[in-house]
Antibody, heavy 114, light 106 residues
Framework: EVQMVESGGGLVQPGGSLRLSCAASGFTVSTNYMNWVRQAPGKGLEWVSVIYGGGTTYYSDSVKGRFTISRDNSKNTVYLQMNSLRTEDTAVYYC????????WGRGTLVTVSS | DIQMTQSPSTLSASVGDRVTITCRASQSISSWLAWYQQKPGKAPKLLIYKASSLESGVPSRFSGSGSGTEFTLTISSLQPDDFATYYCQQYHTYATFGQGTKVEIK
């Protein structure tokens, strides 16, 4: 079955760090554009980051310098390292693939609060 | 950065109505546009890609059109399962979503 499963979310204090994982099955992450998209409570969708097949990465201005996307081809898994977290980073984080997002995980909730 | 503007923000309609949602890009994105449907507590679902290509398994009452900076999503005959929030997304340069259109029961 083709799917992605996110994990690693939770409650963290402002200024803290968290690493999200996205484990894929049924396809190969290294040959796809892999993205993270987030959705704050009651708000719309916001693209966060992408890692291309060749390894090039890009970030939204709101997370640039604080978040890092990476992947482990041997585990077929994509990661999002989130540092210097702010309350406005509170959201459900989704893993998606391709430039148009045909497959989504269920998401993992990140709550940044003191 | 490319900005995406959807209208309306909310749309009240009845079962059987023809519904049209508009999305405007701040610069030309050719046909690099997708549409999604999202229901509460669920991940978005891809409906349309490349402005007018219907994703496999999506009912034919959904259609997309446009190119450049102006795009539309049309639901030809609204069904009970279609009450949801709809988003457009450009993928010409990274990705940007519109702010969403909530389709609610009239």
């Amino acid at each position: 079955e083709v799917q992605m499963v996110e994990s690693g979310g939770g409650l963290v204090q402002p200024g803290g760090s968290l690493r999200l994982s996205c484990a894929a099955s049924g396809f190969t992450v290294s040959t796809n554009y892999m993205n993270w998209v987030r959705q704050a409570p009651g708000k719309g969708l916001e693209w966060v980051s992408v890692i291309y097949g060749g390894g090039t990465t890009y970030y939204s201005d709101s997370v640039k310098g604080r978040f890092t996307i990476s992947r482990d081809n041997s585990k077929n898994t994509v990661y999002l390292q989130m540092n210097s977290l702010r309350t406005e980073d509170t959201a459900v984080y989704y893993c998606t693939r391709r430039p148009f997002f045909d497959l989504w995980g269920r998401g993992t909730l990140v709550t940044v609060s003191s | 950065d490319i900005q995406m503007t959807q209208s309306p923000s909310t749309l009240s309609a009845s079962v059987g109505d023809r519904v049209t949602i508009t999305c405007r890009a701040s610069q030309s994105i050719s046909s690099w546009l997708a549409w999604y449907q999202q229901k509460p507590g669920k991940a978005p679902k891809l409906l349309i890609y490349k402005a007018s290509s219907l994703e496999s398994g999506v009912p034919s009452r959904f259609s997309g059109s446009g190119s450049g900076t102006e795009f539309t999503l049309t639901i030809s005959s609204l069904q009970p399962d279609d009450f949801a929030t709809y988003y457009c997304q450009q993928y010409h340069t990274y990705a940007t979503f519109g702010q969403g259109t909530k389709v609610e029961i009239k």
